[in-house]
């Protein structure tokens, strides 16, 4: 078959206007001798194309030779020129022509006779894992499928578009060929058991030469989806809960108002949802007892921030790496600081200890608190407190100015780690 197709490229271009070179013709000026020679050189081209199509074809070469006969071109100003040259630059004309029908006919004759065009051609490919390998392929076209792999593999044939599954095989050797019924693109799954090498081949054989070169680039994109989806992975993430259905307001008054009236602490219960592994907090603090447009919006604004990381692909949730994304979302939501106001804040794990720091039977120093967590003078700020598998935490707050009273604003959001699952979405530009 392969002598035929050769046989036929020398016939088709025997005739392909003749071999005329820029030097036999007369009467050319220097600029119109370049395009006769440009021209020239790129029938040569050409020709050249159609040998290799012919000998060894495959999507690349056939592609070349269509782009380049397509692009085949010659113009001339006859200004000056005799007959006999004007004949010379339309017998040019005329052969570039002949070779651009000449070209398309030996294209789909290959195509017509080899009956296969490599779309994917991977060796020794290292598998360890599910892999994915998109095609676009059109209504009629036949598509052929080879797999051989070291140990037994699954190998399953989806349309992209529909999630439906076409075939589904499961041996070391897979060599198999259908016709495509839609058009669209189509997803080879392959499922290695265990970590093996595999060679992959994806071909095709189109309905006509044109659909060799004119087929559309298939684009790529991570989206979230469901468990069970097709192409689902899941990777880390985290779920937000409030803790406070609103923002817990506190008055502490300045030492001195208290010894008549008041309080210069305050104790707050967090109870903590279960399988919460930190809570996350903002401690707004004014001289004012004024609300802001901010107070009770540090769920959303984390919730934003959250989605934005997300978006933005950055690794999402690790229990042994958990800083870096708690860390990101409180940096991104840091409450407006007022220079003169300031308390101090502790945690305790224990409630007995809250209890008596609340009731002020122990100076605070001889209390067991988490002194990692807690902070002493500060002012309005947020921050991350592992929960350490207690299903209660108590921060207490006090205010240890003479004169002055603080207020404060108090949100918390429970971390809980979850899966979330995302698959590569597949269209064609």
Request: contains cysteine; proline residues 3%.
């Amino acid at each position: 078959m392969k002598y035929i197709v050769i046989l036929f490229v020398v016939l088709v271009f025997g005739g392909c206007g003749g071999t005329t070179t820029k030097n036999e013709v007369v009467n050319l000026s220097e600029r119109e001798a370049y395009r006769y020679d440009k021209a020239l050189q790129e029938i040569a081209q050409v020709e050249s194309l159609c040998e290799q199509v012919a000998t060894s074809p495959s999507q690349e070469a056939i592609v070349a030779l269509l782009i380049k006969a397509k692009a085949l071109k010659y113009d001339y100003n006859d200004e000056g020129m005799n007959v006999e040259t004007i004949q010379h630059c339309d017998s040019l004309k005329m052969r570039i022509m002949s070779c651009q029908e000449r070209a398309v006919s030996v294209a789909e004759s290959v195509v017509l006779q080899s009956g296969e065009i490599n779309l994917l051609n991977l060796s020794e490919q290292l598998l360890t894992e599910r892999t994915y390998y998109p095609v676009y392929l059109k209504k009629g076209e036949n598509l052929y499928c080879k797999i051989e792999s070291s140990s037994a593999l699954t190998a399953k044939l989806y349309n992209a578009d529909t999630e439906r599954l076409i075939k589904s095989y499961q041996r070391n050797k897979i060599i198999d060929s259908l016709t495509i019924a839609n058009t669209g693109i189509y997803l080879l799954e392959v499922i290695p058991q265990g970590k093996l090498y595999a060679n992959v081949s994806l071909g095709f054989r189109p309905a006509e030469s044109v659909d060799i070169y004119n087929r559309p680039a298939i684009c790529t994109e991570q989206v979230e989806c469901k468990k069970g989806d097709l192409g689902a992975v899941g990777v880390p993430g985290i779920v937000m809960r409030k803790c406070f259905e609103e923002p817990r307001k506190f008055t502490l008054r300045g030492q001195i108002k208290a010894a008549f009236s008041g309080n210069a602490k305050a104790l707050v219960a967090v109870q903590v949802p279960a399988g919460t592994t930190d809570i996350l907090y903002s401690m707004r603090i004014a001289t004012s007892e004024s609300s802001r447009s901010e107070d009770g919006k540090f769920h959303d604004n984390l919730t934003r921030s959250y989605k934005r990381i997300k978006f933005l692909g950055l690794p999402l949730y690790e229990k042994t790496t958990s800083n870096g994304l708690l860390n990101t979302l409180l940096d991104d939501n840091r409450p407006i600081r007022e220079e003169d106001a300031y308390c101090n804040m502790y945690v305790f794990r224990n409630q007995s200890q809250a209890k008596r720091f609340q009731d002020g039977t122990k100076a605070v120093a001889l209390l067991n608190y988490d002194v990692d967590y807690s902070t002493v003078g500060t002012q309005s700020c947020n921050g991350r407190i592992p929960t350490k598998g207690a299903k209660t935490i108590y921060l207490a707050f006090e205010n240890e100015r003479m004169r002055y009273t603080n207020y404060i604003w108090v949100e918390v959001e429970a971390v809980v780690p979850n899966t979330v699952y995302y698959r590569t979405k597949y269209s064609i530009n």
